[in-house]
Nanobody, 127 residues
Framework: QVQLVESGGGLVQAGDSLRLSCAASGRTFSTYAVGWFRQAPGKEREFVAAISRSGVYRYYTGSVKDRFTISRDNAKNTVELQMRSLKPEDTAVYYC????????????????????WGQGTEVTVSS
């Protein structure tokens, strides 16, 4: 098990940038693939971005592909989500999730894969 704590959310204007961070406990963070998800009010939780254990492989949902960047630093047990050109439709609570896997080259976009979740950080983008 790994504990995850997100930070970096806030209120920004459309077009602004924001960087979310996910800090993980434990010495085996490098054995986890990590994903970012978000949940807007009244909507289901949706996939945003994922990164493999090694950090080499990354995957994004189409609506953020050219605006968001996921990265990780296994030495620091952190994963970041750099968000640029934010839009009002990006408003949501953002969650970090981790999945223990033996595969160094896989990423996971489904919530069903992840057994560890953070408490979320809220992002509000005003128009």
């Amino acid at each position: 098990q790994v504990q995850l704590v997100e930070s970096g959310g806030g209120l920004v204007q459309a077009g602004d940038s924001l960087r979310l961070s996910c800090a993980a406990s434990g010495r085996t963070f490098s054995t986890y693939a990590v994903g970012w998800f978000r949940q807007a009010p009244g909507k289901e939780r949706e996939f945003v971005a994922a990164i493999s254990r090694s950090g080499v492989y990354r995957y994004y949902t189409g609506s953020v592909k050219d605006r968001f960047t996921i990265s990780r630093d296994n030495a620091k047990n952190t994963v970041e989500l750099q968000m640029r050109s934010l839009k009002p439709e990006d408003t949501a609570v953002y969650y970090c999730a981790a999945h223990s896997t033996v595969s160094t080259g896989r990423y996971y976009s489904g919530t069903e894969y992840y057994e560890n979740w953070g408490q979320g950080t809220e992002v509000t983008v005003s128009s």
